[in-house]
């Protein structure tokens, strides 16, 4: 019987046809060459996700990178690092950076210690100290630059608990908690630092209310609380107070035009409108503004210098690309392309005279920050410092590179 049964066998084999065999070896083939192809790219990405996120731990940056700092007595203070909350971010240094030319830098404020979230404006200085806030626990802290010492000046009442805490949660909880989550942290910003008070926004949970707090700068003590009106807020210029007005806002697109006040007077032209003034400008509160309306006209830029006046600047000849990036000692600088040109130049203008002096013919500055003395210019990434040249005759002539990628 067994011998018939694989007589059987035999012959159905003999009956498969080869084709059909073929066919099925081939297919499993294809199968597998699939899922290896599907589990290469797999890799693929996971290495590459890899090879990026871990790029900050495995060459950590040394340089400060391209946020724009203040000058104090020839001395440069800025925050080092990405901008946002990143605890885990491999920088060196990371935090708040004092350089000196010639000398080189030091951390003063380590993230690691503060968790300073320049999103908003957080810190400032005065002759005697360096203030910041920690968002982590809504905090303003002091910092003696003579000594190191570190004081505690004031914490904000009402905290919104258990959202600070996703900085070593996995990024998916995050963001699923943000899609449900529409309340808002109390918040506190940093305003304006004089040599005897500081000057605080206070946020409220709602994300709407806000107090103006103004502080004692050695002590800390509260010497006034002033609820902010809607639709008013105040801009502060060195020991200026700008009250920046709302007039219109356009129901689709959100554009605001606003009036500038001080001390309750207008310093725009009888009938002009202004855009809300620009956080990027340094020395002074930069304002686009038209005297028709709702930017129906023709248009400058008004100008409100630390140091005192009211200025108004062209917004730059047919064909011309023109940025106003910082105001010191009587003159405004600004970059210009021409759309003829391929290059970028960096010019200054005298404010009393409008006189226009070039000082780099090609240059690749998006911000920048001066004394009239020292010249740090970002392009968004690094820093540089430079030393101004000037002529008998009070005029800058050019820039003298000191330090490349501070």
Known sequence: MDGVKGEKLYELLDAL???????????????????????????AVIAAVWFFTTEPVRHPREDVGGQIGVIQDGVYYVYAGSGVP???????????????????????????????DISGPVWGLNAQGLYYIDRAENQLWRQDLTTGEETLLYEAPTLSPGRWDRQDRPLWETLLEDIHDTAYDAALFLDQVTEDTVTLTYRYTDGSTTDTLVLDSRTGDLRSKTRNQAGQWTQYVGDRAIAVVLRTQDPE???????????????????????????????????????QGEGTGEG???????????????????????????????????????????????????????????????CNITALVTDGTWCYCTNGS??????LDWDGQGRPTGLTLIERAL
């Open 17 to 43: 046809d080869d084709t059909l065999v073929l066919e099925s070896a081939e297919v499993k083939r294809t199968t597998w060459r699939r899922r290896l192809a599907l589990v290469a790219a797999v890799v």
């Open 300 to 362: 400058a830029y008004l100008l409100l210098p630390q140091a005192g006046g009211v200025y108004s600047l062209p917004a730059g000849p047919a064909g011309e690309a023109r940025t106003y990036l910082a105001a010191a000692q009587g003159w405004v600088y600004y970059t210009a392309r021409q759309e003829a040109s391929r290059g970028t130049a960096l010019w200054a203008r005298n404010l009393a005279t409008g006189e226009a002096v070039p000082l780099l013919e090609r």
């Open 86 to 116: 990143a605890p885990k971010e491999a920088r060196a240094p990371q935090g708040l950076v004092r350089y000196v030319p010639g000398q080189g830098k030091e951390v003063l404020v380590p993230y690691r210690d503060h968790r300073l």
């Open 382 to 387: 690094t820093t540089d410092c430079y030393r």
């Open 253 to 291: 697109t959100g554009q605001q035009w606003v009036d500038l006040q001080e001390e309750g007077v207008s310093l725009l032209p009888a009938g002009a409108v202004a855009q809300a003034p620009t956080a990027d400008f340094q020395g002074g509160l930069l304002a686009w503004y038209t005297d």
